[in-house]
């Protein structure tokens, strides 16, 4: 696929341009039998630069097809997907993608895993050497870098992977559910690598999760699907915590328990009937309160 997206001409504007818009998006799988399935109904959300926004939604209600819409991993039925202010076709090559079971090759160390990141920009080895070691310190593996993936924990393959989107210096990062295979205590070591990263040059990021209070913890803004078939967009919510923060620090605040409380409350009636519709075996994790 081939992307036709190219920098703004005019350099000024594209400040005010949102990184992503989606505008009137449905996305409908056209299925064995010919049946179809209506994933997403008229979706619009637009994430400006430089701000972090989290997805949450019940577990099938199409929260990766609608990043994957925005990835320019599949073209939707309507609506229009623009990237700083130009329509997307083919893949969108401004954004880094990390999905949640990791894409390292078993056969590579940590350190070529990153560098094949670079292969496509025409980066010497000598260069692309030094940037993955660089990105590899950045993420606390300084040590690590001749370890094959079998060698590392889950948290340190997904700061690989975080290492090998970075690397590309990307200006949109769309992530979904990178940290949902890990343990609670290293998800929260690595929500605060991530944001400990994302805070030096502050790109738009989509960050996909079914944890609330994830998503509650890291972004400025979590957007609520509803249950689907024909899933939509039913709450925006800002999110009034102070930055810089620390994710597990966070969660004893009365403003963190105040907007959980408020998002919750959209988010679960979705859940119950994503419940009742039999699509949602796991409840939304931080839902006991
Ligand atoms: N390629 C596909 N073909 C048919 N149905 C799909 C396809 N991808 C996703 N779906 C369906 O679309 C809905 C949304 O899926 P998905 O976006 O993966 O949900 P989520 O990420 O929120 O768990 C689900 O009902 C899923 O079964
Ligand atoms: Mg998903």
């Known amino acids: ?13 594209a400040a005010e341009l949102p990184a992503v818009s989606l505008a009137g998006i449905d ?7 010919g049946q179809r399935y209506q994933a997403v109904k008229k979706i619009d959300l637009a994430v400006a630069p430089g701000e972090f926004v989290s997805v949450v939604g019940p577990t099938g209600c199409g929260k990766s097809t609608l990043l994957n819409a925005a ?30 079971q990791d894409a390292l090759m078993p056969w590579k160390t940590a350190l070529a895993n990153v560098k094949v990141a670079l292969e496509p920009m025409g980066v010497s080895d000598a260069q692309a050497d030094r940037q993955a070691r ?11 870098v001749e370890r ?16 090998q989107m970075l690397i590309r210096d990307p200006e949109i990062l769309l992530m979904d559910e990178p940290f949902g295979p890990l343990d609670a205590q290293t998800r929260q070591i690595m ?44 709450a925006d919510y800002k999110v009034p915590l102070p930055r810089p923060r620390d994710i597990a620090e966070i969660r004893l605040e009365k403003a963190f328990h105040e907007i959980h409380r ?9 859940v119950q009937k994503a419940y009742a519709m039999g699509e949602g075996k796991e409840l939304v994790e931080g839902a006991a309160s």
């Open 1 to 13: 696929m081939e992307s036709k997206v190219s920098p703004p001409a005019n350099a000024g504007a």
């Open 27 to 33: 996305i409908t799988f056209h299925l064995q039998g």
């Open 71 to 100: 990835a320019g991993l599949l073209t939707p039925s309507a609506g229009k997907v623009t990237i700083f202010g130009q329509p997307l076709s083919g893949l969108n090559r401004r954004a880094g993608y990390l999905f949640q």
């Open 134 to 144: 660089d990105w590899l310190a950045r993420v606390g593996l300084r040590a690590f």
């Open 148 to 163: 094959y993936p079998h060698m590392l924990s889950g948290g340190q393959r997904k700061r690989v992977a975080l290492a």
């Open 191 to 234: 929500g605060n690598l991530l944001l400990d990263l994302w805070s030096k040059d502050r790109k738009a990021l989509i960050f996909v999760t079914h944890d609330l209070e994830e998503a509650i913890a890291l972004s400025d803004r979590v957007v609520v699907m509803s249950a689907g078939p024909a899933a939509g967009i039913v």
């Open 262 to 270: 408020d998002i919750w409350t959209s988010l679960r009636v979705e």
